[in-house]
């Protein structure tokens, strides 16, 4: 598409890079679940070890259990933006870690974020573990009766 001004060659408007079609979508869901009612999360990063915690962005998930898994499922984005707002951070990629709160309480601190353990399976056992054991208990009582028996 074309725009013309004056008399001279016809100027061609700059193509949309990749990445900024990209944060526009992002953007357009992050509205969507904003009208839906979903709760914002603002996310930081800083340095380990320091205090200055610097925005990074916001991310919307339906439950605060998720916001863990949300942010290190969007890290390379969140690292884009913060390497570009903040250049200094660039420099301390191995020494950084995330930190959230609620958007509406700017007043309570800053969570670090934990990252998720390796897989599904691994936070399905920390819930199975327990009952697994529990059930291995009561099997050897079972087993003690009957011999007694």
Sequence with gaps: MTTHSGFGKSQSR????KRAAKRAEASKQLDQMRADGV????IYLRIRGKKNWYPV???AVKRS???NQ???GSQEDLLQGAFRLYPVLR?????LEYGYRLKE???EPIQVAVPPQAGSKAGLQTVFNPVKHQIDQIKARVAG???RG
């Design 91 to 95: 420099k301390h990629q191995q020494h």
């Design 145 to 147: 009766l009957l011999q």
């Design 105 to 107: 309480y700017k007043d």
């Design 65 to 67: 259990s998720q916001i």
């Design 57 to 59: 962005g916001v991310i």
């Design 14 to 17: 700059p193509q949309v890079s």
């Design 70 to 72: 949300a942010i290190f």
């Design 39 to 42: 709760p914002e999360f603002e």
